[in-house]
């Protein structure tokens, strides 16, 4: 059993560290509001801010919406870079830019501190479910370390390589799944426009090579219209600024990862940032002025 710190407690962090509480671990919490009573009542323990987390605990854990936060938490005012001593270890399980991670990355180094970027897929389903999808950058000593505590929270592990890599990879899956919900938005769209049933367009295609999880899970939710966030758009637009922002870096065009990025600022323009990325959707219906389906 180890001593872990959880910091960032919010509708994938929450699920993530009461996993490792359920395991026996002796997990220090903290975060921007108070630590839920459900986490405590289960054995975590509160603590006041990230300073005092990083000082009770070998393996810190941050979960947290964007880069400046991240940066914030390390290196700000009772971060954990104030308590951080040699021989610990620093895992951001955040979604951030993959360059200021190996910045991060360096610093943490700097302190005689193990780190390891290690972005998730899943979504709220994934964390509660601890079927996440980890990609990780970093030392494999420090993988392999951890690995047992990844393994509480997700399913597909990978180390995709050094410091900034697993951020890399998980920008190049946001690309994947922004586009892939904007093909089955206007697939269903176009059906629907038509005249045919969504619903049973959707389950034939699932027969077919078009099947995917997008189409299963979230072409569900379009037809249903039950948007509640499992990942909000405001958080998937971040996600699209950073592959935009590297492209810019690069020399690379990404027109189609830009046009899915257009959408989704369609959707927050119109009061639906805080929606489930799937309702992506609603900004074709807007320009198409039809919907999908009328719900459940």
């Known amino acids: ?139 494999q000593a420090a993988f392999d370390l951890v690995k047992p505590l990844f393994e509480l929270m997700g399913k597909n592990i990978t180390l995709v390589g050094g410091n900034g890599d697993g951020q890399t990879c998980k920008v190049a899956n946001q690309i994947i799944v922004a586009l892939n919900i904007a093909a089955v938005s206007e697939a269903l769209l176009f059906a629907s426009k038509a005249g045919a049933d969504p619903a049973k367009v959707r389950a034939a295609l699932m027969g077919g090579f078009a099947a995917s999880r997008i189409l299963e899970v979230h072409g569900e939710r379009m037809i249903k219209r039950t948007f509640d966030p499992g990942f909000r758009i405001k958080l998937h637009q971040k996600d699209l600024g950073l592959a935009l922002q590297g492209a810019r870096e690069l020399g690379l065009a990404l027109p189609q990862t830009a046009g899915a990025a257009q959408l989704m600022q369609v959707c927050a323009a119109n009061g639906m940032a805080d929606l489930d990325h799937s309702a992506l959707v609603k900004a074709l219906e807007l320009m198409g002025n039809h919907e999908v389906a009328s719900g459940a």
């Open 1 to 139: 059993m180890r001593k872990l710190g959880f910091i960032g407690l919010g509708i994938m962090g929450n699920p993530m560290a009461a996993h490792l509480i359920k395991a026996g671990h002796e997990v220090f919490l903290t975060t921007l509001n108070s630590v839920s009573k459900d986490l405590t009542d289960a054995g975590g323990v509160a603590c006041a801010n990230a300073q005092e987390v990083t000082q009770r605990a070998d393996i810190i854990f941050l979960m947290l919406p964007d880069t400046p936060d991240v940066a914030k938490v390390l290196f700000g005012d009772n971060g954990v870079a104030s308590g951080l001593t040699a021989g610990k270890t620093v895992v951001d399980m955040s979604s951030i830019s993959p360059m200021d991670t190996k910045v991060f990355a360096q610093k943490i180094n700097a302190l005689g501190a193990d780190y390891l970027d290690a972005p998730v897929s899943g979504g709220e389903v994934g964390a509660k479910a601890a079927s996440l999808t980890i990609m990780v950058g970093g030392p």
